[in-house]
């Protein structure tokens, strides 16, 4: 039984950092990608960024690139979202998620993806 469980967020000030966990339990995700989400309140949800194993390559929403990062640890099927100079519109609820299928591309699209966690608050106010 695979469960996502995240962490790292917090209330932060803009232009702060927060590094995001997802880790995983119960299942290898070696071969599946992992993308994070957000929503915020009122919004519909939003696909941040993206990784798949078989390069290490990511993709990223436009308003984050040059400011957040992906990372993962096959290992210990752990994912990382770094988030630096974050500003007020990135304050919402982030979640992981696991690819529906074993790929070698990603996407943000949430129904390709089939497992998520419950999610870790960001808030960015002054």
């Known amino acids: 039984h695979l469960q996502l469980v995240e962490s790292g967020g917090g209330l932060v000030q803009p232009g702060g950092s927060l590094r995001l966990s997802c880790a995983a339990s119960?299942?290898?995700?070696?071969?599946?990608?992992i993308g994070w989400f957000r929503q915020a309140p009122g919004k519909a949800p939003e696909g941040v960024a993206c990784?798949?194993?078989?390069?290490?390559?990511?993709k990223y929403v436009d308003s984050v690139k040059g400011r957040f990062t992906i990372s993962r640890a096959n290992a210990n099927d752990t994912t990382w979202l770094q988030m630096n100079n974050l500003q007020p519109e990135d304050t919402g609820l982030y979640y992981c998620?696991?690819?529906?299928?074993?790929?070698?591309?990603?996407?943000?699209?949430?129904?390709?993806?089939?497992?998520w966690g419950l999610g870790t608050q960001v808030t960015v106010s002054s």
């Open positions: 990784i798949v194993t078989s390069d290490g390559s990511a």
């Open positions: 998620a696991v690819g529906r299928d074993p790929t070698t591309t990603c996407t943000m699209w949430s129904q390709d993806y089939g497992n």
């Open positions: 119960g299942f290898t995700l070696t071969y599946y990608p």
